[in-house]
């Protein structure tokens, strides 16, 4: 189908707004199944290179590359806005603000997009919220409104909702980070669930602990650039670069 | 001479056909009016330049001229370039458009202040951009339009005594018909006044309804 061996392939990824240049030249691979986190301090750029991916932040320069087929391709406004919507069905995003639709009950946060774009009856759809729910250990509450749940419980409402549509990929945006500390950990265990089915997982996160113990692979971004990328072991515990090692001495340090 | 509100009880049923009337225009107009805004709204927001540009115009001839003079220019200025509409068809689109520019306005104002975050996640999840709007934008931005927009329907009732004069015999011409039967100005009015007022109400408590529903989702 092409000449990409990759699941996910991101090559010179550039993104400037004006003279600010957000990305210079990322490259970056990702395997079925593999799970990596992107760490860095704020303005590093790794939320823009996420939202690349599902084109949310459409990139200035190089390409995207999902199971064979290019996200971020050139076509006419028409046909780009067709594909792109294709392409996102298969590409499921968590927000740090969950982005929960607030006018909906958690069963049809989760059944809106299946039924609009899967043509699934409303039997099909309750079913499938049920699963899903059920998955994020959220069935007791399905016909709750976002404003009666807690944070943690609204983030794991939208990774079900995230979910239903069956995706190949999983983006997650700083999922914890608008989160009280005593609701992270139920977060955290869904996406630790995911890693065990195999899921492939790109993960932006300021949870250093989280991100060693599920993470196949860890990106440390600085100002646009990878700076360092390994094993959670060895950036981590050895990282080569004296950047890094000053990033997680602060980080750290803050964190205790 | 006093009041002499014995004269009402014969008239009445001219006067309930009137009340008929203002209540199945109002109804239509305020329904044209709700989604028209909404339409005006998503055109004004989200359309090229050139196909936004009619309706600048149509928004500023609604909200710069009197809505009586819109009412002639629908009934007897159409008529001249072939366009003969019944005159309660007439007074409907006149109220209707002229009370979808002011909704249209609220709208926009309720679609530009929905989180943004909202449109990422209907869009992430495959939606294209006119789903995300239907299912999620717009659905929020309307519940928080609903108080304002209810008072904007609560003018267009009253103001639906306008189209009397184009010769619909809504409630307003109905009272001014049993006057020129009776000679009794003050008390059809009052009457008229009365009923008025007893269709507010009722629009009132069904807003008020509309708002409970709403507020259990918030």
Known sequence: MSDQDHFVEIRYAQKSYGSLEVLKDISLNVERGQIVAIIGPSGSGKSTLLRAINDLDPLTGGEVWLDGVQVNKSLPHRQYEKHINEMRQHVGMVFQHFNLFPHMTARENVTMAPMLLKRLSKAEADKLAEEQLDKVGMLDRIDYYPSRLSGGQKQRVAIARALAMEPKLMLFDEATSAL???????????????????????????????????????????QGVVVEEGPPSVVFKNPTKERTREFLRKHLAGAA | MGLDFTVVPG???????????????ALAAALLSFFGGIIFAVIALYTPWIIRQPFRLIEWVFMGTPL??????????????????????????????????????????????????????????????????????IPQAVRDVIPPIGNNMIALLKDSALVSVIGVSELTLSAQRAIGATYRPFEFYLVAAMFYYAINLCMEWVQRRIERRISISR
Request: hydrophobic letters at 55%; proline letters at 2%; aromatic letters at 8%.
């Open chain 1, 180 to 222: 009280d500390p005593e609701l992270v950990d139920e977060v955290n265990l869904v996406m630790k669930k995911l890693a065990e089915e195999h899921m492939t997982m790109i993960i932006v996160t300021h949870e250093m602990d989280f991100a060693a113990s599920v993470c196949d692979r860890v990106l440390f971004m600085d």
């Open chain 2, 11 to 25: 008239h009445l049923d001219i006067i309930l056909l009137g009340c008929a009337w203002t209540i199945g225009i």
């Open chain 2, 68 to 137: 009586l003079l819109q009412l002639f220019l629908i009934y007897f200025g159409l008529v001249q370039i072939g366009i003969d509409l019944p005159a309660f068809v007439a007074g409907i689109i006149g109220l209707g458009l002229h009370f979808a520019v002011y909704n249209s306005e609220l709208i926009q104002t309720a679609i530009l202040s929905v989180d943004k975050g909202q449109m990422e996640a209907a869009r992430t999840v495959g939606l294209s951009r006119g789903q995300a709007l239907r299912k999620v934008v």
